[in-house]
T-cell receptor, first 114, second 107 residues
């Protein structure tokens, strides 16, 4: 069974479109994250949710809106996509927040904005 | 200055070689430290945590020097399957990743 799953795996879209990426974890973890990995391979945290509550919101444009319907799911909606949004987006989860616990990553969603 | 800095490599080494990666971090308030491994076009996975006293897991040895704000990873007897990017990761209250060091182990 996949521990952290994301859909879709690949997403190719035009500038200006709105798209969503879904994430689910079946590990029973309380904390979930979204990371962005750009073309230079830097992995940067975007958001973190603990028990459906937002706890980390890095400097991310407000075109990005995370939603956590329950603690097993953390979705990412992106409005008005821009070329610079092209990247790999990873969802992750951990037992608790604070960074001490091992984070388990999903397989990534490769987003290409044309 | 980047919060976590690593030599990007690439390191190309023959099978059986010993290879060492270094990492420095800028925030002295950082609390915990890790090495993650990321295979090509895959997600990062935890390789090992790094403890102040140094720790070993099979062929892998991690060291931390808090005074110098320096972390290292030593891989002994390299295998082809060790080829990957190794990410130095530092935690204050969230994880901050280095850009990774690429390792290729050659037959």
């Amino acid at each position: 069974d996949t521990a952290v799953s994301q859909t879709p795996k690949y997403l190719v879209t035009q500038m200006g479109n709105d798209k969503s990426i879904k994430c689910e974890q079946n590990l029973g973890h309380d904390t979930m994250y979204w990371y962005k990995q750009d073309s230079k391979k830097f992995l940067k945290i975007m958001f973190s949710y603990n028990n459906k509550e937002l706890i980390i919101n890095e400097t991310v444009p407000n075109r990005f809106s995370p939603k956590s319907p329950d603690k097993a799911h953390l979705n990412l909606h992106i409005n008005s996509l821009e070329l610079g949004d092209s990247a790999v987006y990873f969802c992750a989860s951990s037992q608790a927040s604070g960074g001490q616990e091992t984070q388990y990553f999903g397989p990534g969603t490769r987003l290409l904005v044309l | 200055r980047k919060e976590v800095e690593q030599d990007p490599g690439p390191f190309n080494v023959p099978e059986g070689a010993t290879v060492a990666f270094n990492c420095t971090y800028s925030n002295s308030a950082s609390q915990s430290f890790f090495w993650y491994r990321q295979d090509c076009r895959k997600e990062p996975k935890l390789l090992m945590s790094v403890y102040s006293s140094g720790n070993e897991d099979g062929r892998f040895t991690a060291q931390l020097n808090r005074a110098s704000q320096y972390i290292s990873l030593l891989i002994r007897d390299s295998k082809l399957s060790d080829s990957a990017t190794y990410l130095c990761v530092v935690n204050r209250w969230q994880l901050t990743f280095g850009s990774g060091t690429q390792l290729t182990v050659l037959p």
